[in-house]
Antibody
Framework: QLQLQESGPGLVKPSETLSLTCTVSGASINTNNYYWAWIRQPPGKGLEWIGNIYYSGSTYYNPSLKSRVTISVDTSKNQFSLNLNSVTAADTAIYYC???????????WGQGTLVTVSS | DIQMTQSPSSLSASVGDRVTITCRASQIISRFLNWYQQKPGQAPKLLISAASSLQSGVPSRFSGSGSGTDFTLTISSLQAEDFATYYCQQSYRTSPTFGQGTKVEIK
């Protein structure tokens, strides 16, 4: 059974870099059938797609976040990662990793991890 | 960006009621429309893809319809476990966007 698990600091200071890792179990990330995605949700608000990565390393980012986002993949560890730099309080959110079909819908999700941006 | 607008933002309904949620896209997206259910403290769960394709394991009381710019999610007979927030999401462009959500509450 496919499982995704986010990990990383729950508190990040303003202007610093938010870094999260998603560990995939139950299936190989090294597949040409799916993308791997990051999605976030500010507390009490809606969902925002951050970006996708393919096993080859090809990336697709939300245009509104593109200048601050880097998503990378480590197929040897079956993990993919998110870096978001120059964070502000507006980046406080639950961050989810998910599996994206090539049709760009998300059929498996991690449980999510809350990241708070505060000094 | 393609903007997705859901209506209503919230609704109150009773067990057994028929519930309909609407999602409108800011441009034509064919049938590239997906629906998710999110319960408090949980990740979203994919219910329907491609406007009307019910995912495996999702009860048949859920159905989706529409194409172009206007879509609906219908719950034919609301059950206690269906009280949640529902989101639509377009997958027409390689920059997916979500609606703002519709919260279904107990009347």
């Amino acid at each position: 059974q496919l499982q995704l698990q986010e990990s990383g600091p729950g508190l990040v200071k303003p202007s610093e870099t938010l870094s999260l890792t998603c560990t995939v179990s139950g299936a190989s990330i090294n597949t040409n059938n799916y993308y791997w995605a990051w999605i976030r949700q500010p507390p009490g608000k809606g969902l925002e797609w951050i970006g996708n990565i393919y096993y080859s390393g090809s990336t697709y980012y939300n245009p509104s976040l593109k200048s601050r986002v880097t998503i990378s993949v480590d197929t040897s560890k079956n993990q993919f990662s998110l870096n978001l730099n120059s964070v502000t309080a507006a980046d406080t959110a639950i961050y989810y990793c998910a599996r994206s079909t090539k049709g760009y819908y998300f059929n498996y999700w991690g449980q999510g991890t809350l990241v708070t941006v505060s000094s | 960006d393609i903007q997705m607008t859901q209506s209503p933002s919230s609704l109150s309904a009773s067990v057994g009621d028929r519930v309909t949620i609407t999602c409108r896209a800011s441009q034509i997206i064919s049938r590239f429309l997906n629906w998710y259910q999110q319960k408090p403290g949980q990740a979203p769960k994919l219910l329907i893809s491609a406007a009307s394709s019910l995912q495996s394991g999702v009860p048949s009381r859920f159905s989706g319809s529409g194409s172009g710019t206007d879509f609906t999610l219908t719950i034919s007979s609301l059950q206690a476990e269906d009280f949640a927030t529902y989101y639509c999401q377009q997958s027409y462009r390689t920059s997916p966007t979500f609606g703002q959500g519709t919260k279904v509450e107990i009347k």
